[in-house]
Nanobody, 119 residues
Framework: QGELTEFGGASVQPGDSLRLSCLAS????????IYWYRQARGQERDLVAS???????NYADFVEGRFIISRDETNNMVHLQMNDLKAEDTAVYYC?????????????WGQGTQVTVSS
């Protein structure tokens, strides 16, 4: 298990909800902003959402209020609750960590989890 590990990818139908989880090592969770990115086949990797250690969340415009990112302080996890899923949400979802305190600190990517939205 690396510094960041994603869970929760699945095949679902349009309109369904799904929660992705990113398990972080203790140090990463404590000092890093965590981002969710996604990459559809043949496309570039796009930022979906981010949350700082202080809980400030930001979202890509295409989320349109459907997704919620949150920190689980008990379990060192960052969740991405995705509602009203659409076919275009199909992608591999990755979490990424970047230090809030040291610009030269190592950054981390998880291995990704597949989300497929299809009827």
């Amino acid at each position: 298990q690396g510094e960041l590990t994603e869970f929760g990818g699945a095949s679902v139908q349009p309109g369904d909800s799904l929660r992705l989880s990113c398990l972080a090592s203790r140090g990463v969770f404590r000092y890093y902003t965590i981002y969710w990115y996604r990459q559809a086949r043949g496309q570039e990797r796009d930022l979906v959402a981010s949350v700082t250690t202080g809980g400030q969340a930001n979202y890509a415009d295409f989320v349109e209020g459907r997704f919620i990112i949150s920190r689980d302080e008990t379990n060192n996890m960052v969740h991405l609750q995705m509602n009203d899923l659409k076919a275009e949400d199909t992608a591999v979802y990755y979490c990424y960590g970047e230090s809030e305190y040291l610009t030269s600190a190592k950054t981390y990517w998880g291995q990704g989890t597949q989300v497929t939205v299809s009827s």
